[in-house]
């Protein structure tokens, strides 16, 4: 897939576990999980602007493409 989800290196960056991210967020660890992982086929804009936030971030710093 040539969008790359890097939740990963948000979360690292601002030294935040996913356990945390989750808490905050109000998302499910699991449905988060499918999302750093990758394996998420749609997000919601909502979500992603939430996970935004709390990470003090833009979405392009979370989602990449790649050709």
Excluded at 35 to 58: P, Y
Aim: proline share 3%; charged share 30%; glycine share 6%.
């Amino acid at each position: 897939m040539p969008i790359i989800i890097n939740l990963d290196v948000m979360l690292a960056k601002r030294k935040m576990s996913l356990k945390e991210l989750s808490g905050k967020v109000g998302i499910t660890m699991s449905n988060l999980s499918i999302l750093k992982t990758g394996k998420a086929k749609a997000v919601r804009l909502e979500t992603l602007e939430v996970i935004c936030r709390i990470l003090e971030c833009q979405p392009g710093d979370i989602l990449e493409y790649r050709d």
